[in-house]
């Protein structure tokens, strides 16, 4: 079922939505070569909490996974999403991608942006830039009476004009009410496929792409999701609102 929101309740998730882009800009500033994603993590965690809200990743669970302990996701090179975080010290030329959720009175928001850390390889920068103008090629797309495969196929074009290749197995979703909603974003697919785009429909749009095949496996921890092949990947993320018939990027700085 896909929840179309009202204006009061798009408020709320705006206000969750700031509180997500504030802490992703925060930990921007604070990745750098020797720092540990745990470190981020508790930088991430006071800020939300410094807003009366709650880092909506914790404690989170899925089946055959125990409660994700993070406070956000903390994924580096080879690991899509997903990633837990540790004390394991950021390195230079990693890419570091970082996916946080904030709850706020009940509603949710949803946003990640993949760093790099210290000089990376021309590679890797293109691997982000690609990617993050992916998002907004599929967001340009989430217009009323549009559909879902149109912001997919969008994406998938860009992409892989490139060379690059669209994660398959995870996609984006509805989030507001809950963390995880209808309608399910692949970032492939068809134009003119799929659900028909709304008013009132808050949506996360998320591609995840791979240097190199698109293919992806899961450690044994049941979380961390990493390519296939060994090599990295990006990930971008904005949570919108589809309001007068436009998308509005509600995780905006």
Sequence with gaps: MIFIKTKREIDYIRESCRIVAETLQLLKRYAKVGVTTLELDKIAEDYILSNNARA????????????????????????????????????????????????????????????????????????????????????????EKNRLGDVANAIQTEVESFGFSVVRDLCGHGVGKYLHEDPQIPNYGRKSTGAVIKNGMTLAIEPMINMGVYKVTIDDDGWTVRTADGMPSAHFEHTIAIIDGKPEILTKC
Aim: hydrophobic letters at 35%.
């Design 56 to 143: 909506a990743f914790k404690g989170y669970s899925q089946a055959g996974s125990f409660d994700f302990p993070g406070s956000i996701c903390s994924s580096i090179d080879d690991e899509v999403v997903h990633g837990i975080p540790g004390n394991r010290k950021l390195k230079e030329g990693e890419i570091l991608s970082i996916d946080v959720g904030v709850e706020k009175n009940k509603y949710f928001g949803d946003a990640a942006l993949s760093v790099a850390i210290g000089n990376i390889s021309e590679e890797k920068r293109k691997l982000m830039e690609i990617t993050e103008r992916s998002l907004h090629l599929g967001i340009e797309q989430a217009v």
